[in-house]
């Protein structure tokens, strides 16, 4: 399955390491300094206007949208996931 993380982009859910939601970004150094590390991994999708930063096995994205939609949308994509497999 997918998750549609803004501007066109999806990724493979099986590929997401964690959704952050932006405050992290301001209050953890651990974070900030983590990012700076990989800033070669970073795809910025929020033009500036970035609600949650996604961690994926390949890339970093700064996404538009806010951690509670992606993280539902997530949650969404597993339900659909279990269901199926109990079906």
Do not use: W
């Not at 301001?26 to 910025?44: A, N």
């Not at 999708?45 to 096995?57: F, R």
């Amino acid at each position: 399955m997918f998750i549609h993380l803004g501007e066109n982009v999806v990724v493979r859910s099986v590929d997401v390491v964690t959704i952050l939601d932006r405050q992290l970004l301001k209050s953890s150094s651990i974070i900030s300094e983590f990012l700076e590390l990989q800033s070669d991994r970073i795809v910025e999708l929020a033009n500036g206007d970035t609600k949650s930063v996604v961690v994926t096995v390949d890339k970093i994205y700064y996404s538009p949208l806010s951690s509670s939609t992606l993280k539902k949308r997530a949650q969404h994509i597993t339900d659909l996931e279990i269901s199926s497999e109990i079906e």
